[in-house]
């Protein structure tokens, strides 16, 4: 028989996390009515202190606080204004996350191909 499934660690959470993450950025709506947009910065805020792997989150919610990073619904440009442009905060999320852990850094522009439509030439038929 199969071992039992064990709880996740730091690692194996994270990647289950980012699935998450990523797959909500990626069917947020093109253009963002102001409800979402407020909906959304609600729940990454509670997401940021509720995170179960407690220096994560901290150190996530420091990035968050940066003015450059904040989620401020209804900006004329803002992060929340819709799918492009939250990808692409979340794409820079994750990446801070994998200069910090010595990863390489993702490429942002290939975020819909990851995370949307599956890669060019078809890996995810
Ligand atoms: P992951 O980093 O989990 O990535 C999964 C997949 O996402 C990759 O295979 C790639 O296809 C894709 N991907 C990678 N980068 C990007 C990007 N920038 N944009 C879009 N897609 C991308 N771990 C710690 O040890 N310390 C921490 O402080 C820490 N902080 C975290 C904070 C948050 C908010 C989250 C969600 C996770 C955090 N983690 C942290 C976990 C860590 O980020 C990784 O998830 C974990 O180390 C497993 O890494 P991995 O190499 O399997 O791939």
Redesign the pocket.
């Known amino acids: 028989s199969l071992p039992p499934d064990c709880p996740p660690d ?6 289950s ?3 998450l ?2 797959t909500i950025a990626a069917t947020y709506p093109t253009a963002a009515p102001p409800e979402k947009q407020a909906e959304m910065k609600t729940f990454m805020n509670i997401f ?1 202190r509720i ?1 179960p ?1 407690w ?3 901290e ?2 919610q420091r990035w968050m606080e940066r003015p450059e990073n904040k989620l401020v619904p209804g900006q004329e440009g803002g992060h929340l204004g819709g799918r492009f442009s939250f990808g692409q905060w ?6 801070e ?2 200069r ?2 010595g ?1 390489s ?2 490429d ?1 522009r290939r ?1 819909e191909e ?2 949307r439509t599956g890669w060019a030439g078809g890996r995810c038929d």
Do not use: I, P, Q
């Not at 979340?90 to 990446?95: L, S």
């Open positions: 730091a690692e194996a959470l994270g990647r996390t980012w699935t993450l990523h940021s995170y792997c220096v994560c989150a150190d996530f979340m794409c820079g999320a994750h990446n996350v994998n910090k852990l990863k850094e993702f942002c975020y990851r995370w």
